[in-house]
């Protein structure tokens, strides 16, 4: 312990430190807070030493004094993971357990944030355990304070997800558009399918769909990547997927436009989402098409271009071991049955099975929220956006 004292010399307090340290290895704690206490005299500066001067007190069983040397040593070094986990144990066995939780939790904080030395990693380790204990015991707390069942009925979902992120079992995602964001809509990652029945017809036609998606998997080169370049913009391909062939797309719309050719080999599809509230926004959306994953394949967490919009997916071919994460929220599709999802939110996808595709119809719709006289603004809006720095003839 390299430390400079009033009284002039390190090495007297190095003896300090090393009788104090020595007395608690033998079990002499009245012998180590003495030591610990003329050292906290010398250096009062020194964290450590107030650190081991708790120890000394809790040693003895006297944990106001144990803990008022703690609060000296983070006052001293608020970012102390040692100083941090004693904390936490004095509060866990003085029986505050919020503040025990509290404490655990700043220490997996810091570790992760700064590192700590290697000599540290079974009390990281503990405190991970501790933590997930108050956080069990947290969420028995709070269901047993609601009573039992109150929690099980449709009309308790949010509340159910409120519980999970306040018990830490689930973290907040937020609408985070790369493009165009529309305030005040509903932070949602899956919405309830049943709020839109024009979905019902669209799964009716599955089985007409899925025949022509088949006929167009038999021509070989119907499908290009997902993801392109554009040509009048950079490019960066930070997640790998820039004209990927795991991840591969037939469009029957694309930019607002209807891809003639291929559209024409897949009338009932087209027939099918007649009745659909279409996001229209010229020469960006809709967007109509079958997605296709590759065996094995993934597509990382990402966000899509706009909230104002819903993604809607219709599975047509799933092998087992495919799923989506949309949020907080993970789940595997099932043929014929569509799902709703904001792609604002953070999402990703895979398909796991080693050895069959995953095909899944995507579309995008307008967000009910947003009124006509809304959805016609924001037409216009991106129109501008579009038009920005470009000549009257488009060159």
């Known amino acids: 312990m390299a430390m400079v004292g009033d009284d002039g010399s390190a090495a007297a307090l190095a003896a300090l430190w090393n009788g104090g340290a020595a007395a608690l290895q033998a079990g002499r704690a009245a012998?180590?807070?003495?030591?610990?206490?003329?050292?906290?005299?010398?250096?009062?500066?020194?964290?450590?030493?107030w650190m081991g001067l708790a120890i000394a007190h809790r040693r003895l069983q006297q944990p106001t004094r144990s803990?008022?040397?703690?609060?000296?040593?983070?006052?001293?070094?608020?970012?102390?993971?040692?100083?941090?986990?004693?904390?936490?144990?004095?509060?866990?066995?003085?029986?505050?357990?919020?503040?025990?939780?509290?404490?655990?939790?700043?220490?997996?904080?810091?570790?992760?944030?700064?590192?700590?030395?290697?000599?540290?990693?079974?009390?990281?380790?503990?405190?991970?355990?501790r933590c997930a204990e108050f956080a069990a015991a947290y969420e028995g707390h709070l269901k047993?304070?609601?009573g039992?069942?109150?929690?099980?009925?449709?009309?308790?979902?949010?509340v159910r997800r409120a519980l999970d992120l306040l018990a830490g079992r689930s973290r907040l995602y937020l609408q985070q558009p790369t493009g165009f964001y529309f305030p005040e809509l509903p932070n949602v990652g899956y919405a309830e399918r049943e709020d839109f029945p024009w979905l019902a017809p669209i799964e009716a036609a599955t089985d007409a769909i899925r025949a022509e998606l088949l006929a167009v998997l038999e021509a070989e080169g119907a499908f290009s990547p997902y993801v392109e370049p554009e040509a009048d913009r950079p490019t960066f391909d930070d997640r790998g997927l820039m004209g990927s062939p795991n991840w591969t797309a037939f469009h029957l719309m694309k930019?607002?436009?209807?891809?003639?050719?291929?559209?024409?080999?897949?009338?009932?599809?087209?027939?099918?989402?007649?009745?659909?509230?279409?996001?229209?926004?010229?020469?960006?959306?809709?967007?109509?098409?079958?997605?296709?994953?590759?065996?094995?394949?993934?597509?990382?967490?990402?966000h899509g271009f706009t909230n104002a919009r819903f993604i809607c997916h219709l599975p047509l071919i799933v092998p087992d071991g495919c799923a989506m994460r949309v949020g907080a929220e993970t789940r595997a599709w099932a043929e014929g049955r569509a799902c709703v999802f904001d792609d604002s939110v953070e999402h990703?996808?895979?398909?796991r099975n080693a050895e069959a595709l995953r095909v899944v119809l995507i579309f995008d719709v307008w967000r009910p929220e947003l009124s006509e006289a809304e959805r016609g603004l924001v037409v216009e809006l991106l129109q501008a956006v579009d038009g920005f720095g470009r000549q009257p003839d488009g060159g």
């Open 148 to 158: 039992a069942g109150r929690l099980d009925g449709p009309e308790a979902l949010r």
């Open 67 to 129: 803990l008022a040397a703690l609060q000296t040593a983070l006052a001293l070094e608020p970012r102390n993971p040692r100083a941090l986990l004693l904390s936490a144990d004095h509060y866990a066995a003085a029986g505050d357990a919020r503040a025990a939780s509290a404490f655990y939790d700043a220490v997996l904080k810091v570790a992760e944030a700064e590192g700590v030395d290697d000599g540290f990693g079974p009390e990281l380790d503990r405190a991970r355990r």
């Open 31 to 49: 012998e180590a807070v003495a030591a610990f206490e003329a050292l906290v005299a010398a250096e009062p500066g020194s964290a450590t030493a």
């Open 255 to 302: 930019a607002g436009e209807v891809v003639a050719e291929n559209a024409a080999r897949c009338p009932a599809t087209m027939a099918a989402l007649a009745a659909a509230p279409l996001c229209r926004i010229p020469g960006r959306t809709p967007t109509v098409l079958f997605s296709l994953l590759q065996p094995g394949a993934h597509i990382p967490p990402h």
């Open 348 to 351: 990703e996808a895979w398909n």
């Open 144 to 146: 047993d304070a609601l």
